[in-house]
């Protein structure tokens, strides 16, 4: 099984519209959750820590369900320039190990 | 945020030669990196793990002979892929722990695409 699951899309929205991503994970001793954004032939860039309690940045919510093992991503308001795809990071019990979902594709058409 | 620089961002070689890729972390103390394979549409691959000063761990399928991993200092983990044929062409990118942190995030290179011919 693999470390990070994510339905890898692609998710084709307005402009406008809300989209949530799930993404599950295998290890239930992991300890940090992270959602990072990779455009086209670039590096992943982190778009959010993922807290117990839940956070939000603007636009974007990131939530941690422990007891289901997954975490999910809240886009509201989409605008082009989310279009990219995004990646669900799970670190394991040690710490020093990151692990990458397979990435889903986001594209917002106008 | 932080900055860790990866050399060289593109390489061609000839079936058979080594390629060496560096990754530095420019303004922090990295005594954990990470090195990873990307293959085109697909994610991230963690290939090994490599911490300052002790040897790399490999994930499962990954050969240590072939790629090797020296983290010699606090802010340089190289990987050199050694006989390189053209099925190791792909997209390398490393990323860098900032000390001991649990919760820190992980700042990446640039990538190196490499292609072999």
């Known amino acids: 099984r693999k470390e990070v699951e994510q339905d890898p899309g692609p998710f084709n929205v307005p402009e406008g519209a809300t989209v949530a991503f799930n993404c599950t994970y295998s290890?239930?001793?992991?300890?940090?959750f992270f959602w990072y954004r990779q455009d086209c032939r670039k590096e992943p860039k982190l778009l959010m820590s993922v807290y117990s309690s839940g956070n939000e940045d603007g636009r974007f919510t990131a939530q941690l369900n422990r007891a289901s093992q997954y975490i999910s991503l809240l886009i509201r308001d989409s605008k082009l320039s989310d279009s990219a795809t995004y990646l669900c990071?799970?670190?394991?019990?040690?710490?020093?190990?990151?692990?990458f979902g397979s990435g889903t594709k986001l594209n917002v058409k106008p | 945020g932080a900055v860790v620089s990866q050399h060289p961002s593109r390489v061609i070689c000839k079936s058979g030669t080594s390629v060496k890729i560096e990754c530095r972390s420019l303004?922090?103390?990295?005594?954990?990196m990470f090195w990873y394979r990307q293959f085109p549409k697909k994610s991230l691959m963690l290939m090994a793990t490599?911490?300052?000063?002790?040897?790399?761990?490999?994930e499962q399928g990954v050969e240590k002979d072939k790629f090797l991993i020296n983290h010699a200092s606090l802010t340089l983990s190289t990987l050199t892929v050694t006989s390189a044929h053209p099925e190791d062409s792909s997209f390398y990118i490393c990323?860098?722990?900032?000390?001991?942190?649990?919760?820190?995030?992980?700042?990446f290179g640039q990538g190196t695409r490499l292609t072999v011919v």
């Open positions: 990323s860098a722990l900032e000390g001991g942190r649990e919760d820190t995030e992980a700042f």
């Open positions: 490599s911490n300052e000063g002790s040897k790399a761990t490999y």
């Open positions: 303004d922090f103390q990295a005594t954990t």
């Open positions: 990071v799970v670190n394991g019990h040690n710490f020093n190990k990151f692990y």
């Open positions: 290890n239930s001793a992991s300890q940090s």
